[in-house]
């Protein structure tokens, strides 16, 4: 996290939302990640996409676990709730507080390694319950807090900053997710803001669980063996007195592509990512059909992206579980501890 905080002072003709509201009144600290990380352009976007949808920031509660992407939320929504949980147990947080307060808007953000290691079990279970909220997945294929070891979804044959080659077959979120049950998923490429802002405006307006799997550039790539530039090799061939680290400023990678296209995009290490953007006729109704789809460009070296899935008829966890509409936060203890008949009504049912 960052105690850094940004001017307070606005431009007086900076543009405003119907609230009233300038972007700026939705971003939060100043960024302590690398120059260049995707992770940023992913809270740009957020931003935008609240900006725009008019979102009053105190009716948002921002979670996250541990990890390179659970440190964003410090750097958007400066004014709305926000909790950063333990590694892998953000789901499980967010369901509670979203129990007992069901008139927030919920946004938990979470990393490949946060999401599809640790906490597959948690983020399962949250999609498959239908919990009202949005789930952005910011997704680079390493634990970059922790010296870039593969983690879940990095693909087989992908090779780490030190040479290594990852042999295990990746989790993809996305499929994971239809298969559950998810009622809106969509995927995106940090770079792409045209697509990515869209995206994340449907799934904070949609009611049940929403997930954007983002892929997210991890600038630490550019540290590979071979290379005589790498931290590596110059320690081994340096007397130094002491050991330090850098992290090199990098360009922000960004694309702009056409519905039906495919663009390849050379990441920070020199590695290719090929992202096919969905064709306009795609039908985003038909979970066997996206099913089928994903696999099919997976099989062509292809990530599609865009809005892969949704039900427009979805409902969520409270129907479920037919809560009341007053959230559980605001009830008193007449309405929480009906009495000892009512419980013993209970208990005799369960007889």
């Not at 119907?18 to 700026?24: D, E, F, P, S, V």
């Not at 440190?71 to 400066?78: N, S």
């Not at 239908?130 to 990095?154: D, H, P, R, W």
Request: glycine share 10%.
């Amino acid at each position: 996290m960052t105690y850094l905080t940004k001017p307070t002072l606005h431009h007086p003709t900076l543009p405003t939302n119907r609230l009233g509201y300038t972007r700026r009144d939705y971003e939060g600290k100043i960024s302590t990640l690398c120059a260049g990380c995707g992770h940023d352009s992913i809270s740009a976007a957020i931003i935008q996409a609240c900006w725009e949808l008019a979102i009053e920031p105190h009716r948002v509660a921002k979670l996250s676990g541990i990890g390179c992407s659970s440190k964003t939320p410090d750097y958007f929504l400066g004014n709305s709730h926000g909790f950063n949980s333990v590694h892998g147990r953000m789901p499980s947080v967010l369901t509670g507080a979203n129990l007992a307060n069901r008139e927030l808007i919920y946004l938990g953000v979470s990393g490949d390694g946060d999401s599809a290691s640790i906490g597959l079990g948690q983020f399962a279970h949250l999609i498959r319950r239908g919990v009202n909220m949005t789930y952005i997945c910011e997704n680079n294929g390493v634990y970059g807090l922790t010296k870039g070891q593969f983690s879940a979804t990095a693909d087989a044959g992908s090779k780490s900053k030190r040479g290594a080659m990852n042999r295990d077959a990746p989790i993809d979120m996305v499929s994971l997710a239809l298969q559950i049950g998810v009622t809106y998923v969509g995927r995106s490429f940090s770079g792409d803001k045209e697509q990515l802002v869209p995206l994340i405006k449907g799934a904070l307006n949609h009611r049940g669980a929403a997930l954007i799997d983002v892929i997210s550039p991890c600038v630490a790539f550019n540290n590979h063996p071979g290379s005589t530039k790498s931290y590596d090799y110059v320690r081994a061939h340096n007397d130094a007195v002491n050991r330090l680290d850098f992290v090199p400023k990098r360009d922000v990678i960004t694309a702009r592509y056409e519905p039906g296209e495919v663009i390849e995009i050379t990441q920070h290490d020199g590695s290719t990512l090929r992202l096919r953007k969905l064709a306009d006729g795609y039908d985003p109704c038909d979970r066997l059909a996206a099913i089928s789809h994903i696999y099919q460009h997976h099989a062509r070296g292809e990530i599609v992206t865009g809005l892969l899935f949704v039900d427009p008829s979805a409902d969520d966890l409270h129907e479920h579980l037919n809560t009341v509409e007053t959230p559980l936060a605001r009830l008193g203890e007449a309405e929480l501890c009906p009495g000892a008949a009512a419980l013993q009504a209970l208990n005799a049912e369960l007889i």
